[in-house]
């Protein structure tokens, strides 16, 4: 949002400003905890890990890269990245699509399976123990509430949206 000169900026108050920085730590190092346990246990990032689960919960096991790109909110650059990486573990292979000759299906493998299969107990008990053993049930629940609100709110409307995972 930009402002002109006459308008002054709607500043954040000292509590706004806590809750805001607060906000910035906490989940920079949630991302970061949930980064090094996977790097730790299966040798890829968290990036990569929420793509298997995409594949792993899609029918068929698979996906078109741009409802891939979409659900990770991630470019297609650098969804193709990653799923090079991932066919080169042997994790993930892509198929034509048969009836447009532009698209392509990410397919997760049998092999791909079992990694997510042999990952998702430690992943579980790392989000578990960062995560919601540090609240009660009804932070769980207004978290819930407010990470919905915020999603709902910038989730953009329009069908032509400049969107980085549809370029």
């Known amino acids: 949002m930009t ?6 900026p709607r500043w954040l108050s000292d509590d706004e400003q806590r809750t805001w920085r607060a906000y910035l730590h906490a989940t ?4 970061d905890h949930l980064d090094r346990q996977l790097q730790r246990d299966a040798g890829m990032p968290h990036i990569y890990y929420g793509l298997l689960i995409q594949l792993s919960e ?3 096991r698979r996906l078109r890269m741009t409802e891939l790109a979409i659900g990770a909110k991630i470019t297609r650059s650098r969804l193709s990245h990653a799923i ?12 034509d699509c048969p009836s447009d ?3 392509q299906f990410a397919a997760l493998t049998d092999e791909g399976f079992a990694v997510v299969e042999r990952t998702a107990p430690g992943h579980v008990s790392a989000v578990r123990q960062a995560l ?3 609240l009660t049930p009804e932070q ?3 978290l819930g509430t407010v990470m919905r609100a915020i999603a709902e709110g910038l989730q953009p409307k329009d069908a032509n949206a400049d969107l980085p995972w549809l370029r």
């Open 28 to 31: 920079t190092l949630l991302e």
């Open 3 to 8: 402002t002109t000169p006459a308008e002054e």
């Open 132 to 134: 919601f053993d540090r």
């Open 84 to 95: 090079a990486r991932l066919e080169k573990n042997g994790w993930v292979r892509r198929e």
């Open 140 to 142: 769980t629940e207004q």
């Open 101 to 103: 000759k532009r698209g």
């Open 58 to 60: 899609a029918p068929r």
